[in-house]
């Protein structure tokens, strides 16, 4: 779950980069932030009280030359209230602000068995359908169903596996012979 503070950037990032229509700008500096900082060693530099912050900056203005001036502010603020661990929550969240903005949402899918292309096309096709938005899916894959699908549009749960459908079955069977 995301921290309090990630959100409060992470909004703040977003209503910049409308205001500038900036956020494919943004959403590549982010990137290339959280891709620096989920480095272990990387990690390891930047939450290490024994190097300086100037050398801290040094580096993620470094790892982002070409990048705007409110993305190298962005990094100076979260280098001095040590707030760098947030940068990949920052970036998840901006994603999904922009992708809100853009009409998209993520649905969660998960299946017993890899879904192969065609299948991963139909998935989001019916799912599109049903929420009247584009989706984009974040597939996963859970033996433990047995089969069939489980989908996470927002806070609508698709529940179609097969473990579900023997509970349902179990249930009525149990309410048929009391």
Known sequence: MA???AKRYA???FELAREKG???AWESDLARLTELVSDRE???FFAS???PAARKLAVLDEALA???PETRNLV???VERNRIEDIPQIYALYQEAVRAERGIVFADVTTAEPMDERETALVREQLAKLVGRDVELRPRVDPAIIGGIVAQVGDQLIDGSVVSQLRRLRTRLATAAG
């Open 3 to 5: 921290s309090t503070a």
């Open 11 to 13: 909004q703040a990032v």
């Open 22 to 24: 900036a956020l494919d």
């Open 42 to 44: 990387a990690r390891d």
């Open 49 to 51: 009280p024994s190097v």
């Open 66 to 68: 070409g990048g705007s």
């Open 76 to 78: 100076r603020l979260l």
